[in-house]
């Protein structure tokens, strides 16, 4: 029972969504506010999308036995923050359901299972580097305003490799906190504690909506999420069938769409984070990480507003460099991955280089695209080799 109260198993699920509401709460509150919503809708929002992400992940983890971890659709939101700008948030609601009616249907048909079973592991996993590369990056940057906070960081970390590798990352974030509270830079002033009530709106489907955001959303959230989601299991070995993952995130937004909760999908960034070798050495029991961050997930739904206040206490580049250091590790033993097939380098290297760019086409994210060119040119490179080997 002990390694279920592990330290570097708790910490790893509060990182993991430390880094989700941080990095992408304000645009939830963007989204809402495009569509109208008071600020008891506002609340009901991130608190759908916090009970759906928690009792989802917490449940397929433990089915599973896999740090299964599922998250909101943040090129979703940030679509929703364009596109719902004079649209009544009944018919919002309406398109949310329409998005994850498709999202099911994805998943019970088994198309999107079969699709990524095609995927070679090396294109898996050099989508996953792309994907975490700009959190590894963003760790230095935070030296030129936080020198001695960051910089205490990374020599923690560096230090904690050395000498307690599995507790190193609650050690570097214990430090980052410390010194921030020391240093006069935790802001709790706006935090008040209180429970969040859930709003019901009831759906209206307008045809024009439907077209104009439920399928886009749809689109985005499938190519831009979870291709990566399910690329970043693969790339740490878990082979969990692709389609009741994506079956369950499609039927929890049917549940939770009239309370804001417009799309869920198989998290990859704070997935990543639950998956490295600091989280257990043993891969079969990162899973208990998974569970943690559902719980704090349903916690922080609970407490919505409260949450998103206590989360903005922390300096961002101590939020930074924590996401960062807790996926160093999983972006090396990812290019590793990638790059060791010789035959496929190539199309590794432009998946990864495609996907780090971080570009945009038609809404669709770069992991999309990036895995496109990577098939591309690994279906031109394996032919090649088998007309070579024909003529020879």
Known sequence: MLRFFSPSQISAGFVSILVGYTSAAVIIFQAAQAGGATAEQTGSWLWALGLGMGICSA?????????????????????LVTSLHGVPMSEAIGAFIFSSTLITLCGLTGWFNRIMAL????????????????????????????LPMVGCMIASYLIG???????VIPLTFGFGIAFAALSGQLHFDNVDFALTSPVFVMPTFNINTLISVGIPLF??????????????LRAHGYQVPASPLITWSGITGLLLAPFGGFAFNLAAITAAICMGKEVDEDPDKRYISAIYAGFFYMIAGFFAATIVALFAAFPEELVAAIAGLALLSTIGNSLHAAMQDV?????AMMAFAATASGFSLFSIGSAF??????????GISTHQRQRAQQAG
């Open 219 to 232: 689109v985005v959230t499938m190519a831009s999420q979870n291709v990566p989601g399910l690329a970043t």
């Open 119 to 146: 995927v070679p592991k090396s294109l898996a996993a050099a989508i996953l580097a792309g994907v975490l590369l700009r959190f590894g990056l963003a760790v230095f940057p935070g030296l030129e305003q936080q």
């Open 369 to 378: 695209w990036g895995l496109l060119l990577g098939l591309v040119i690994f």
């Open 59 to 79: 449940a397929l983890s433990i089915y599973y036995r896999t740090p299964v971890l599922i998250a909101w659709s943040t090129p979703g939101a940030a679509l």
């Open 343 to 347: 035959d496929h380098r190539d199309a």
């Open 161 to 167: 490799k050395v000498l307690i590798p599995r507790y």
